[in-house]
């Protein structure tokens, strides 16, 4: 019979658990320290994977102010860090990756149902580009935040998304904007 606590695969990665910290939206304080110590409990806890707490794609986010952001030029180095505290325990890390709303300039939030196409690719290229810069410091991959009314939770919900282009309509079409550049 298997555990809880056996190895398994996640993907390409082996997991020494099949316990998943899920994120959280802790980053309220300011004690790097506390954060690094937080990550380091619960990585030696048992876990076989922890996904860490909201990373805000974009500087001026409606929670940004609540949240990590990837702009901020000491995020590289907190994300090593914690990448490192959760390695030194064989322990992979997944990086969730949010915004609330989409600016285009001096537009503040922008409605899914107002995005160019330009825009959609926008917002794509800076995924990608959060993504690397996570792999950069040392995370095993991103946890995208398509749900709690996150910006891309709305993109795939027919109540929010009335486009009449390739990018509205039907579910997959509501879902292309992520599966066209996946490919």
Known sequence: MKSIFDKCKFGDLILNSRIIRTGLWESQ???????????????SSGVGLITSELYSIYPNDKFSEHSFKMSNRNFMTVARKLAEICHSYGVAILGQ?????????????????????????????????AAQQLQFAGFDGIQLSIGNNFYLSKFINPYYNQREDNYGGNLFNRSLWFWNWLK
Not at 33 to 43: M, S, T
Not at 99 to 123: A, H, Q, W
Request: net charge negative.
């Open 29 to 43: 304080q300011d004690d790097l320290n506390a954060i690094y110590d937080r990550y380091e409990k619960i990585a």
């Open 97 to 129: 990756v949010e915004f609330i709303k989409f600016n285009r300039g001096i537009d503040l939030d922008i409605s899914v149902n107002d995005l160019t196409v330009e825009d959609i690719r926008k917002i794509q290229a800076d995924i990608i580009s």
